[in-house]
């Protein structure tokens, strides 16, 4: 089955929240090396990284193509 507007839409912004996330990776890693892991940067560094993992995910089963298709309940069963 293919993806429905909708849910390329959602597959799109998932891929979106990925290279947030690897940006803020990058991110991380560079306060972390500067400023140390005790600064209030990095911490936010670390929030960010959780919340666009968080985001990815969320969208990527959002935009997943269904199983199977599903049938109107008052059709005859074969």
């Not at 306060?31 to 940067?41: A, N, Q, S, Y």
């Amino acid at each position: 089955m293919t993806r429905t507007t909708g849910k390329k839409i959602a597959f799109g912004f998932a891929i979106a929240c990925l290279f947030g996330m690897v940006a803020s990776a990058v991110l991380f890693v560079y306060f972390i090396k500067t400023k140390g892991l005790h600064d209030v940067l990095s911490a936010s560094a670390m929030a960010t990284i959780v919340f666009f993992a968080g985001c990815t995910v969320v969208l990527y089963v959002m935009s997943k193509p269904p199983r199977y298709e599903l049938r109107p309940w008052d059709e005859d069963e074969k």
